[in-house]
């Protein structure tokens, strides 16, 4: 299987400040990587397909990039309700996997 | 707008067979070039997808379940079922459906709400 790896695991951070997650693939995974918005007792919610695409409906703060092995997620200004857990996930190999995930918390 | 419901019994006892179904409304289980995942979360954890199918009947299963997982579907109820035996404490978590297509880029646009399943005597 191909494991995804993202770091930080939590991340502590303010209203309006301009965040960044990484996700590392096990192996090169081309542009086939999605990230995910979940917040308590929710299902997950698409944000980024294909690296770097934005779902629809979803605020323009949100970006993806990367290909390759190496994945980011920024939110350029962080609004209240951004503070959730947030999954990578690729799509590579049909055995699909996601990051440990990393949860973004209020400082 | 397409919802999904997942429903079943929420505590199962070692050894027996989880079975969880997912309904599937707003939109026809069977339309062209959809396919419904089941997607586990253990309680604290990150995510494992367990297995496809297509309503045509044919299935994909993440081979680290594969010994223990049958996917079916039921197209005349519009709906789709997972049975996963064998259970122990380790298949306690919560259980979602999800629709994605089987484009290159695979993704999960709808969800279901989750089903919490424990396994305990």
């Known amino acids: 299987d191909i494991q995804m790896t993202q770091s930080p695991s939590s991340l502590s951070a303010s209203v309006g400040d301009r965040v960044t997650i990484t996700c590392r693939a096990s192996?090169?995974?081309?542009?086939?990587l999605n990230w995910y918005q979940q917040k308590p007792g929710k299902a997950p919610k698409l944000l980024i397909y294909?690296?770097?695409n934005l779902q629809s409906g979803v605020p323009s703060r949100f970006s993806g990039s990367g290909s390759g092995t190496d994945f980011s997620l920024t939110i350029s200004s962080l609004q209240p309700e951004d503070f959730a857990a947030y999954y990578c996930q690729q799509s590579y190999s049909t055995v699909y996997t996601f990051g440990q995930g990393t949860k973004l918390e209020l400082k | 707008q397409v919802q999904l419901q997942e429903s079943g019994p929420g505590l199962v006892k070692p050894s027996q067979t989880l079975s969880l179904t997912c309904i599937v409304s707003g939109g026809s289980i069977s339309r062209s070039g959809d396919y419904w995942s089941w997607i586990r979360q253990h309680p604290g954890k990150g995510l494992e997808w367990i297995g496809y199918?297509?309503?045509?009947?044919?299935?994909y299963y993440n081979p680290s379940l594969k010994s223990r997982v049958t996917i079916s579907v039921d197209t005349s109820k519009n709906q789709f079922s997972l049975k996963l035996n064998s259970v122990t404490a380790a298949d306690t978590a919560v259980y979602f459906c999800?629709?994605?297509?089987?484009?290159?880029?695979?993704?999960?646009?709808?969800w279901g709400q989750g089903a919490l399943v424990t396994v305990s005597s």
């Open positions: 199918i297509y309503y045509s009947g044919s299935t």
């Open positions: 294909a690296a770097s």
């Open positions: 999800a629709r994605h297509g089987k484009t290159a880029i695979v993704t999960f646009d709808y």
């Open positions: 192996q090169s995974i081309n542009f086939y």
